[in-house]
């Protein structure tokens, strides 16, 4: 795994190429110095999100997590999901969306779930979503999405970006 750049081996992680720091640093929502850094943001949606967040179960997870986030968010319609042990036969269904059952026979037409988590990554494989994947999986789910990307030149891009 140490011939993917965005990590070492599973679980550390290294800073990204463009970081002026060199190292990756993590600041906890609800630690002073993270509350701060949220009460200074001007796009602060934080607190009405929080209770939909997902921790990432996997590294490649990035894309499935902030999708089960946004169909949670925005309780979208969904059709019965399936217990997390995944028996049809229970009768017991969840109404939220996880990691888990997010994933399956129509999003494996997008990406198959080997392909966004694969066991053994190398360097020629492409894990997790692409946005435009991203995108069309919430789209199976009955979401309107319009795919928006920051172009450059970096500034002009970002405050067009925020701006639609």
């Known amino acids: 795994m140490a011939n993917i750049p965005h990590f070492t081996k599973y679980g550390e992680y290294v800073a990204a190429k463009h970081s002026k720091r060199k190292k990756v640093v ?3 929502w609800n630690s002073k110095e993270g509350k ?3 009460a200074k943001s001007e796009y602060n949606r934080f607190y009405d999100l929080a209770n939909h967040y997902q921790q990432q179960i996997n590294p490649f997870y990035c894309g499935v997590a902030s999708g ?9 319609e969904h059709r019965s999901i399936p217990n997390l042990a995944g028996r049809k036969d229970s009768k ?3 109404h939220l969306y996880n990691q888990i059952n997010i994933l399956n ?3 494996d037409k997008i990406k198959p779930k080997e392909k966004i988590a694969p066991k053994n990554p190398t360097i020629n494989c492409c894990p997790g979503l692409h946005l435009s994947e991203l995108k069309d999986i919430l789209d199976l789910y009955g979401t ?5 990307r920051a172009e450059k030149p970096e500034k002009a891009g970002i405050k067009n970006f925020v701006k639609t």
Do not use: F, G, Q, S
């Open 26 to 28: 993590l600041v906890n």
């Open 105 to 107: 026979n129509d999003t």
């Open 36 to 38: 701060n850094l949220l």
């Open 92 to 94: 017991v269904t969840y």
């Open 68 to 76: 089960c986030t946004v169909l949670n968010a925005l309780r979208a």
């Open 144 to 148: 309107e999405v319009k795919l928006r």
